[in-house]
């Protein structure tokens, strides 16, 4: 079960592992480094929403960026086998977005949050969206009757998502944020002063001008390469669907304590 209260820095890495959200996390060496190889050859599924250009057609560059940012093995002769993220990594990441946060609710900013794991990450974003709004930021409501080919882009619990078939949907796509974002601009609306999302939806937001931070997992390259070029402002490495949703309770909590928001 996941540690009660507002765990201290230690006791936050020390879960992060137990539960498998970072240190040996399911997501096995092959996928990552096929992932890795078709965001090089320019499969834009892989993208999230970025236009990364020829930048990154080294696969051997992305790798080197996720041993960085991420902690998975950096030896490119290691192939199969069990994968890692560095749970200090994913904790200094949730440190400075707390930052971009805090930021965020000094100045009573509108943000908007989205998910493409909904299984995972929904609640994580509301527990966030709650918090900020209690400090007075306003929390973007997302235009009606929105669409992508992939369904219909709508707004549970503060965070917008994809809807399918009358399901939460999981999507990569950047899609649903350009959905999103071009409605703001036909209804002459203003765009968000920040984004908190994953996926695509990170991606696309910060492609597009508007400051934005993630969560990413170690076998989703796109977000870690952004964040090292200075197009998202943070991308927090870990695993984005654990067995339990509640396992990400304890970092969620963690989270906004670092952005003094733990009280609202």
């Excluded at 041993?67 to 560095?86: C, H, K, L, M, S």
């Excluded at 973007?140 to 549970?156: A, D, H, K, N, S």
């Amino acid at each position: 079960m996941p540690i009660p209260g507002t765990p201290s820095r230690a006791e936050l890495a020390e879960h992060l592992v137990r539960t498998r959200i970072a240190g040996d996390v399911a997501t096995p060496r092959e996928n990552n480094l096929s992932h890795y190889r078709k965001l090089a050859n320019g499969d834009r599924g892989f993208w999230l929403g970025l236009e990364l250009g020829d930048r990154w057609s080294d696969e051997q560059d992305v790798l080197a960026v996720m041993a960085e940012r991420v902690g998975v093995n950096d030896d490119p002769e290691y192939r199969y086998g069990q994968d890692t993220i560095d749970p200090e990594l994913t904790v200094a990441a949730l440190e400075r977005m707390a930052g971009r946060l805090r930021k965020a609710a000094d100045g009573g900013q509108r943000v908007l949050f989205a998910t493409g794991h909904p299984g995972g990450l929904l609640d994580v974003h509301r527990a966030t969206a709650n918090a900020l709004r209690a400090a007075g930021c306003e929390i973007v409501v997302i235009p009606e009757g929105l669409t992508t080919e992939e369904g219909y882009v709508q707004q549970f619990a503060d965070v917008a998502v994809l809807e399918h078939g009358a399901s939460l949907w999981h999507t990569h796509s950047g899609e649903p944020m350009k959905a999103i974002l071009t409605g703001l601009e036909r209804e002459g609306r203003p765009l968000p002063d920040l984004v908190v999302a994953d996926h695509g939806w990170a991606g696309y937001a910060a492609q597009h001008g508007v400051d934005s931070v993630g969560y990413a997992d170690c076998n989703d390259p796109a977000l870690f390469l952004a964040e090292s070029e200075g197009v998202l402002q943070v991308a927090v490495p870990l695993d984005d669907h654990v067995v339990s949703p509640r396992y990400y309770d304890p970092m969620t909590a963690y989270l906004l304590s670092e952005a003094g928001l733990g009280d609202q």
